[in-house]
């Protein structure tokens, strides 16, 4: 697998977790990485994201709750998850990105499940 997550689990409301992404090095050097999520029912949606530059962004829904780091020059990626909210229940996707001038690859990760109840 080229993106491998972990951290995942279950929490009560208001509690925290964090998840790690690796990328394989083979993938090279990525532009970005990021998260996404998906809950049972609904399409998957934009969490948080960190660009090279280390420039952040986030979904409004987590803004001021989630933070994204990454690890210096390698291919890590972390999103510290904080006041953890029922509705913050879903599958997280690892993203990442590696673009150059000529093409644009793209790759996720398995998912890994956050379960937090009330």
């Known amino acids: 697998e080229q993106l491998v997550e972990s951290g995942g689990g279950s929490v009560q409301a208001g509690g925290s977790l964090t998840l790690s992404c690796q990328a394989s090095?083979?993938?090279?050097?990525?532009?970005?990485m990021g998260w996404y999520r998906q809950a049972p029912g609904k399409q998957r949606e934009f969490v948080a994201r960190?660009?090279?530059?280390?420039?952040?962004n986030y979904a409004d829904s987590v803004q001021g709750r989630f933070t994204i780091s990454r690890v210096g020059a390698e291919n890590i990626v972390y999103l510290r998850m904080n006041y953890l909210e029922p509705e913050d229940t879903a599958t997280y996707y690892c993203?990442?990105?590696?673009?150059?001038?000529?093409?644009?690859?793209?790759?996720w990760g398995q998912g890994t499940q956050v379960t937090v109840s009330s």
């Open positions: 993203h990442a990105v590696r673009a150059t001038a000529l093409a644009r690859n793209e790759y």
């Open positions: 090095e083979s993938i090279g050097s990525l532009n970005a």
């Open positions: 960190i660009t090279s530059a280390r420039t952040r």
